[in-house]
T-cell receptor
């Protein structure tokens, strides 16, 4: 059973371009979470999605950032018109089910975005 | 102010020695507290999960403790190994929702 997969692992973009980050959850997991880790800082929650639904996007910047988790295919975190401050590691995690506060989230290896 | 504070920020110990990492939190009420290990360039991996009613939880050479009255948790690593070199992150899950609140982590380096 493959773990959480993220691609690309590294992404370089110039200011103003778009960045698309992909996350495939563990097999059987239907809940996906995106986190951002700025250099020398802890992880910060961005968004929580189930298939075709955004459950909680309270940590997502209001502009330029969007996320989706379609019925088929990976979850996508999209950053439009990237700026240097978007440079960070973006981690995706998945869990089997929610409602259980004991539920473990399994993290992917992250995508390191560098904006030039 | 971060709701989850960890100390020390970094720590260097010799292989075979024990160490204890601290976590103070203000998140309340909370459902559980977790410790994660994050190797450089990788995603966090869960070590322990404790509900607010648990005092201690072990996972091999890792033992986590929780004092809900003082809002403190610690992670004790016994007989450290070189592979223990990583960041250790304290995470608190509030009662409502699945949003995890992360501490800034402690960077541990184990030297031979």
């Amino acid at each position: 059973n493959a773990g959480v997969m993220q691609n690309p692992r590294h992404l370089v973009r110039r200011r103003g371009q778009e960045a698309r980050l992909r996350c495939s959850p563990m097999k059987g997991h239907s809940h996906v979470y995106w986190y951002r880790q700025l250099p020398e800082e802890g992880l910060k929650f961005m968004v929580y999605l189930q298939k075709e639904n955004i459950i909680d996007e309270s940590g997502m910047p209001k502009e330029r950032f969007s996320a989706e988790f379609p019925k088929e295919g990976p979850s996508i975190l999209r950053i439009q018109q990237v700026v240097r401050g978007d440079s960070a590691a973006y981690f995706c995690a998945s869990s089997l089910m929610t409602g259980s506060f004991q539920e473990t989230q399994y993290f992917g290896p992250g995508t390191r975005l560098l904006v030039l | 102010k971060n709701q989850v504070e960890q100390s020390p920020q970094s720590l260097i110990i010799l292989e075979g020695k024990n160490c204890t990492l601290q976590c103070n939190y203000t998140v309340s009420p909370f459902s559980n507290l977790r410790w994660y290990k994050q190797d450089t360039g990788r995603g966090p991996v869960s070590l322990t999960i404790m509900t607010f009613s648990e005092n201690t939880k072990s996972n091999g050479r890792y033992t986590a403790t929780l004092d809900a009255d003082t809002k403190q948790s610690s992670l004790h690593i016994t007989a450290s190994q070189l592979s223990d070199s990583a960041s250790y992150i304290c995470v608190v899950v509030p009662n409502a929702g699945n949003m995890l609140t992360f501490g800034g982590g402690t960077r541990l380096m184990v030297k031979p």
